[in-house]
């Protein structure tokens, strides 16, 4: 079983910057790291993904440019490098593991998921 923590969420002005960090452990038997975000009163919506052994990645069309995700092997921890962030980008990020080998975007691909950061962007 794989366990994800999440970390570096907080509050920022808008056309700041934040990275979250995501650390595996336990059976790390992962492909494809994820991360997703969830805003008040929104479904949750998949932000970005990186392959864990080869570094392909793939964004959200209507993030790239702004959000970087990339990964330390030797730290088991993706991060989510994310700027010139927007008071839309206001939400609960999530990290999340998939045994997959392909890129996976859809919340059921994934079968680990951490708590959940909180970032909040003012205006």
């Known amino acids: 079983q794989v366990q994800l923590v999440e970390s570096g969420g907080g509050l920022v002005q808008a056309g700041g910057s934040l990275r979250l960090s995501c650390a595996a452990s336990?059976?790390?038997?992962?492909?494809?790291m994820g991360w997703f975000r969830q805003a008040p009163g929104k479904e949750r919506e998949f932000v970005a993904a990186?392959?864990?052994?080869?570094?392909?990645?793939y964004n959200a069309d209507s993030l790239k440019g702004r959000f970087i995700i990339s990964r330390d092997n030797a730290k088991n921890t993706v991060y989510l490098q994310m700027n010139s962030l927007k008071p839309e980008d206001t939400a609960v990020y999530y990290c999340?593991?998939?045994?997959?080998?392909?890129?996976?975007?859809?919340?059921?691909?994934?079968?680990?998921w951490g708590q959940g950061t909180q970032v909040t962007v003012s205006s």
């Open positions: 999340a593991a998939s045994p997959g080998t392909g890129i996976a975007t859809a919340q059921a691909q994934y079968n680990a």
């Open positions: 336990g059976r790390t038997f992962i492909h494809i």
């Open positions: 990186i392959n864990w052994s080869g570094g392909s990645t």
